[in-house]
């Protein structure tokens, strides 16, 4: 198996790194190229940009944005948010992404997770799963999927995705840890690489996501700052976790 | 001044792949019989990559090369005899073997993994049984070298500082 990976996830909306609770209030807190570079240099394995803004130009948004980071920023990094075509996802990538993530779309139209991993190859296609209480959550959590959790991230594999990313809604932002226990069935169900995310407070809470799952996305744990990665990668060496 | 012309075939970050050898000063070319060195990216699934190869005459012109070509990712796999992938797939014969689907550990393989000393980033489900493997990650093909084709499984255009010196290495032979 390869290097359990540490994922940086920022925020971005009309080109900017932002920070907000649940979406509200806002905050500029820098650039998404900058943020970038400085995170890959402080040991980042991925990256992850999750467009949070519905503009209307929203597409070439993305994609100015992807261009700027590959520019920059020599590790991969995938691109979600508001892709909901091949055509989207493919603009993208041209422009130097190598993953897209999907959540809504895919459960609004499951068919696209099988068209993106046709034309961009599995590798390439990460599905987005936020759940609650054993159910999935879409449009920013607001709303209830109608699907069972274990049973969408099969149906995502047998659709041809490559890599999961599963967000605890009950644990996001309470710096409690992952849902380690939730971690646990999916990576059981599926044999796809799951990225853990939501709950992460302390080095301890990422070395035990790791212990169950392939990566651990990291967001608030971070404070938007790479200094606290360098510190963070040096906790979790301590504890045993063999990183990059 | 090196000149590397990037084969383009299909959807997919190929632009990564250009950047990187910007970065190291080599100027781009479209020709891709006669650049110095050519490189055959990995884009896409096997059988939509043979096709595009196939659609653009790329796939005679690499036969042809004489001089170096790099092939990367899905780009060693389609240089082998064939693949496994979808349900079977010819490759262009540059390289004698196969590409197999990858049968332990969570498929695709994503992530950074050690070829030698040094980690460089992976994401596949295939890989390659070849007598021309010269370097292994895992157990797995990471390198393999025949005649004038050098394919490497990992991404060094993602792979951070380590990747751009293995390019510039590929580069300084040329």
Not at chain 1, 65 to 82: D, K, L, N, S
Not at chain 1, 134 to 142: F, I
Not at chain 1, 150 to 169: D, K, M, N, Y
Request: glycine content about 10%; overall charge negative.
């Amino acid at each position: 198996m390869p290097l359990p990976r540490l994922i940086p996830c920022l925020d971005v909306a009309d080109g900017r790194v932002v920070k907000g609770v649940r979406f509200e209030q806002l905050r500029d807190v820098g650039d998404p190229v900058e943020l970038g570079a400085a995170y890959s240099d402080a040991g980042a394995d991925e990256l992850v940009f999750l467009d949070i803004t519905a503009t209307l130009d929203k597409r070439a948004a993305a994609v100015a944005t992807a261009a700027r980071v590959a520019e920059q920023v020599t590790i991969p990094f995938t691109f979600g948010g508001g892709i909901r075509s091949v055509d989207d996802a493919t603009a993208v990538l041209e422009a130097g992404a190598d993953k897209v993530s999907v959540n809504s779309a895919a459960l609004a139209r499951p068919e696209l997770i099988e068209e993106l991993a046709s034309v961009l190859g599995s590798q390439a296609v990460v599905v987005a799963i936020d759940t609650e209480a054993g159910r999935v959550r879409s449009h920013s959590a607001t709303r209830d999927a109608s699907r069972d959790t274990v049973e969408w991230a099969r149906e995502c594999q047998e659709r041809g995705a490559g890599e999961l990313l599963v967000t605890s809604i009950d644990r996001d932002g309470t710096r409690e840890g992952y849902d380690l226990e939730l971690l646990e069935r999916i990576g059981d169900a599926v044999s796809l690489p799951v990225i853990a995310s939501g709950g992460a407070g302390n080095a301890r809470h990422v070395a035990d996501a790791l212990g169950v799952a392939s990566a651990a996305l990291l967001a608030s744990i971070l404070h938007e700052d790479p200094q606290r990665l360098v510190s963070l990668r040096a906790e979790l060496k301590e504890a045993g976790v063999c990183l990059r | 001044m090196k000149t590397v012309a990037i084969c383009r075939y299909g959807a997919g970050n190929v632009r990564s792949v250009e950047l990187a050898v910007l970065r190291l000063g080599a100027t781009l070319t479209d020709d891709v019989a006669g650049a110095d060195l050519a490189i055959l990216p990995g884009v896409g699934s096997a059988r939509t990559a043979m096709e595009g190869l196939r659609e653009r005459g790329l796939d005679d012109v690499l036969r042809a090369r004489t001089r170096p070509t790099l092939g990367i990712c899905l780009g060693l796999q389609l240089a082998l005899d064939e693949s496994e992938e979808d349900g079977g797939v010819a490759g262009l014969g540059l390289v004698p073997g196969r590409a197999v689907r990858i049968r332990e550990g969570r498929v695709p393989r994503i992530g950074w993994a050690h070829v030698g000393e040094t980690a460089y980033w992976f994401a596949h489900s295939y890989a390659a049984e070849s007598p021309a493997v010269t370097a292994t990650s895992e157990g797995l093909a990471a390198i393999v070298e025949h005649g004038p084709f050098t394919g490497v499984q990992f991404h060094p255009e993602k792979s951070g500082p380590a990747g751009a010196r293995f390019l510039e290495r590929c580069l300084s032979r040329v």
